[in-house]
């Protein structure tokens, strides 16, 4: 089922995942022999939301019209108090490389693409969503193709995955931490494991110590109105704070992300 106009919302399932899936094109998207794909993944659902409900609380179709991008987001719903069924099924290799691949077979059906094979993947997601982004940042399918991650609110354990994804050089890794979400000191964790392996990064500094310790207050956080062009063109690792509500980040900050080539201002 399809509907709206700009972007078009098609939800339906594919039999490599066991729930509902979200796919939204821009109203301007250019068919190509391959798409780039943004593959966002949300949180905990123990609130028992539907996919409609997440399009609409986290305004995802707006945010994708919103960023420029001409891409073709997907989002798969997961039933129950964790994202059990985002791991499970995208988090094997063959589990991954099954779904956007007929995900993307739909797209050919639909003529927006004329092969099966993503272009590029940008992977991004909110909460619990952590969990199933570290699996999949580590599987090894298309690799080579996935070079952005986008946290919102989501390290909740600072997994080797995404150290490893931010020592290529060729990877953008980007996280947003609110004064409630709880991600405060893993962030940290992760900040600090950048630093042991030699990788600078833009940005606020919650925490000076992590991982277990103690944490120590950093009072020099800079705000997100403090980055400019530079800092948000030239840095592919970044850490900001946003001192709004947990869910609240997703609509501010997924299309500041997802932007190509832009800055926040």
């Not at 390290?155 to 709880?182: E, M």
Request: glycine share 8%; charged share 15%.
């Amino acid at each position: 089922m399809c509907l709206g106009t700009d972007p078009v919302v098609c939800t339906g399932r594919v039999p490599a995942y066991p729930n509902d899936v979200a796919v939204v094109v821009p109203a301007e998207f250019h068919s190509r022999p391959r798409a780039d794909v943004i593959l966002y993944l949300h949180g905990n659902n123990a609130s028992n939301r539907t996919l409609a409900q997440y399009l609409s609380d986290f305004q995802l179709p707006q945010a994708l019209k919103a960023s420029g991008r001409d891409a073709i987001m997907v989002v798969p719903l997961s039933v129950g108090p964790v994202t059990q069924q985002h791991e499970a099924a995208l988090g094997p290799a063959a589990g991954y490389r099954a779904f956007l691949t007929q995900i993307l077979d739909r797209a050919r059906q639909g003529g927006l693409v004329s092969e099966v094979e993503p272009d590029s993947i940008t992977l991004a997601g909110h909460s619990g969503a952590y969990r199933g982004l570290s699996l999949i940042a580590s599987n090894g399918v298309w690799a080579d193709r996935t070079r952005e991650l986008y946290l919102i609110d989501s390290i909740y354990a600072a997994k080797d995955s995404f150290l490893n994804f931010a020592k290529d050089p060729s990877h953008r890794l980007w996280h947003v931490t609110t004064p409630h979400g709880g991600t405060q000191v893993q962030a940290s964790c992760l900040q600090l494991r950048l630093k042991a392996a030699g990788l600078g990064y833009f940005g606020c500094e919650i925490y000076s110590a992590a991982c277990g310790s103690a944490p120590a207050v950093n009072v020099s956080c800079r705000p997100p109105t403090d980055v400019g062009p530079t800092d948000w063109d030239s840095t592919r690792l970044g850490f900001l704070y946003t001192p709004v509500a947990h869910d609240a980040a997703v609509p501010q900050w997924l299309p500041r992300f997802l932007a190509p080539g832009a800055h926040i201002h």
